[in-house]
């Protein structure tokens, strides 16, 4: 097999053990394949402590010391990370052969310059900027808060060389590390990918060799006693059984806890791009106005249905209106989307002008407002406005009819979905908890920098186009006549 100039650099020159601190230390499968990898693009899923920090340290002060005038570009999670990656390089400089050790001109807690021109760089996560042909390191990128930013910006620097390895643990089935790995939301060509599960690496696993063969298909439990180290073990007893499946297992763990998972997602997603599925999107008022007036033309040259259903989410304080209209057609059992308007922090006249637009242009069977709170006064004007508008409340009861059709309807593949990433996350990040009185709650995590209004103005609209989707929220019981 044909070693790449780094690995080959590295497996010559380099002292493992005084590299690493361990008299006892030897080169790990998963670090020969990354170290041989010479594709443009490649990502890891890793389990925590394999030490890819190291692994990409080593990669650049290799790359440094071979290639005159190259920037080795590592992002971190915060200033302590990146200070850690130049602490690496300097011990594995210092422990290569002497006629290999490169000399420094700059040496400081964030850069290191070699003699030969080429870079190391180390910073917490920002956005990459002015460095031509980098080679660039995302470190712990599902953790990155502006992840999807940091990635756009580091992709142009390899316009004219380099190359990117992007390395994390799982932070939920969500984020840009996520999309990339599991293309579950579109392709990423050209990518070499990687899963490095605690049973690759041998300080925690003690037949790595078997293990690779056979661990994969046993549960938890049974692999850890078969072939965990007894530290981690130990570590295994301590920990909630979800946490240590994502911290050392690479599992996305938010597949076990969301309502609606990906697989529904895509099923719905796969249904309308093999439809064409024609939908306007639009946010802000003028826009809102404009994808009426086109929804309005596709109906009047037959390019989707005659009728429609819709809902509308109202926004408060820090949360966006959010208004869905899905098409409804007497023949077939689909509502597939067909218009999604986002007013965010627009005046209530200015969205009470929008929605009535809707109602008096567009042929609405039904369409459910959201009328708790401050959205009361508007759910009733718009009544006015059209005998379809109509006012409901939002409770644990109601929301739990709502998220059960939305899920139901899903899962018989009578949803059409746009390929929209907000909204597929919004869908997505619904919760079903059970209270401590036994009742359902559906929600989003605390954290969420949305309430998942997208998913409520989209499950209000299935229900609005339930065949017998009386609200029943007037009465005493609102779960009254759901048959599901």
């Not at 890819?52 to 002060?61: G, K, N, P, Q, Y």
């Not at 939920?172 to 049973?199: C, H, M, N, Q, V």
């Not at 009535?356 to 718009?382: C, H, K, V, Y």
């Not at 969420?448 to 229900?463: G, P, V």
Request: aromatic share 10%.
């Amino acid at each position: 097999m044909k070693l790449t100039p780094t690995l080959a650099f590295l497996v010559e020159y380099l002292d493992l053990p005084e590299a690493v601190g361990d008299p006892e230390a030897r080169w790990e499968t998963f670090q020969l394949k990354h170290l041989n990898n010479p594709s443009l693009l490649a990502i890891e899923l890793k389990a925590r402590q394999v030490g890819w920090s190291w692994l990409a340290a080593a990669e650049a002060v290799a790359s440094a010391s071979l290639e005159p005038r190259i920037p080795h570009i590592f992002v971190s999670i915060n200033q302590e990370e990146a200070a850690e990656k130049i602490r690496y390089a300097k011990s594995i400089i210092e422990a290569l052969d002497a006629e290999a050790r490169p000399k420094l001109i700059k040496d400081n807690a964030y850069e290191l310059e070699f003699r030969n021109g080429s870079r190391l760089l180390s910073h917490p996560c920002r956005p990459v900027r002015g460095k031509a042909k980098a080679k660039i390191y995302l470190d712990e990128f599902a953790h990155y808060p502006n992840d999807k930013e940091i990635y756009q910006s580091a992709l142009p620097a390899l316009t004219k060389g380099g190359f990117i390895r992007i390395g994390s643990s799982p932070l939920g089935a969500r984020g840009t590390f996520w999309e990339i790995f599991t293309e579950s939301l579109r392709k990423y060509p050209g990518y070499i990918k990687d899963s490095i599960p605690w049973w690759s690496v041998g300080a925690m696993c003690k037949d790595v060799k078997t293990a690779n063969q056979l661990a994969a298909s046993m549960p938890t439990e049974e692999r850890v006693a078969a072939f965990g180290s007894d530290r981690l073990i130990q570590i295994f007893e301590n920990m909630p059984l979800e946490d240590f499946q994502q911290e050392y297992e690479c599992a996305w763990l938010d597949e076990a806890v969301s309502w609606i998972d990906w697989e529904l997602i895509k099923r719905n997603q796969v249904l309308a791009s093999q439809d064409k599925l024609i939908r306007f999107r639009a946010k802000g008022v003028d826009a809102a106005f404009m994808a009426i007036n086109d929804t309005m033309r596709a109906v009047v040259d037959g390019h989707i249905e005659q009728a429609f259903v819709g809902g509308m989410d109202i926004g408060r304080t820090r949360d966006t209106t959010e208004i869905v209209l899905l098409g409804k057609n007497s023949q077939v059992n689909e509502l597939p989307y067909r218009l999604h308007i986002t007013l965010d922090r627009i005046e209530f006249e200015e969205q009470k002008a929008v929605a009535s637009r809707l109602l008096q242009t567009l042929p609405l069977i039904r369409f459910l407002i959201d009328r708790n709170g401050i959205g009361m006064q508007l759910a009733e004007n718009l009544a006015n406005v059209s005998p379809a508008a109509e006012g409901v409340n939002f409770t644990n009861e109601t929301k739990e009819l709502w998220a059960v059709e939305a899920k139901l309807r899903a899962q018989r593949a009578e949803v059409p979905l746009p390929l929209d990433r907000d909204l597929a996350y919004q869908i997505h990040s619904i919760r079903r908890k059970v209270t401590a009185a036994k009742n359902s709650v559906y929600d989003t995590t605390e954290n969420e920098k949305h309430h998942a209004d997208m998913f409520w103005a989209w499950a209000l609209t299935i229900w609005a186009g339930k065949s017998d989707g009386n609200m029943a929220v007037v009465g005493e019981n609102p779960l009254n006549g759901y048959r599901g």
